[in-house]
């Protein structure tokens, strides 16, 4: 019985790879994908954002209690029934926290929008796609002919070329007002 188990999981294995090195394999390209996942995550800004909140309500939590503590520790102090020896927490510290977070947030939420952004306008100066070869029977009502994207590649060109000569001539511009003039 032993040996019809181990029959059956050898011929269930790779040809030329031991048992314990496929599962390594499987486990170390699971492992990978993770990981490619992980960063591909870490990219996201709304994905970060979305790990940000819980740590900013953590932070405000942190500052409101601080400040609590900071508040009743003057108070007490003002009305004489404590001295100023004893140390509290310093509200500036977690303020300061606090602000990072909020900080890290708006970065989040500025570079989404500009992915949204570009998105759009992406989408607004290419909005067809070009058919492949490939898959001819999968063609789309939308999608534009082999020529139509030529016409609009050259025209994504010249308007860049335009951009190029633009931007060569001002530097020059600005290039010859900064080099002295001739003694007269």
Known sequence: MIHSALGKMASQQQPGVPMAQSGLQ????LQQQQQQLSQQQDFDPVHRFKMLIPQLKESLQNLMKIASLNLAHNTSI????KSSDTSVQRFDKSLEEFYALCDQLELCLRLAYECLSQSIDSAKHSPNLVPTATKPDTVQ??????AQYLGMIKSQISCAKDIHNALLECSKKIAGKGQPQGII
């Open 26 to 29: 499987q486990a170390a390209s």
């Open 78 to 81: 003002d009305n004489g029934i």
């Open 141 to 146: 009502t939308e999608s534009m002919s082999y």
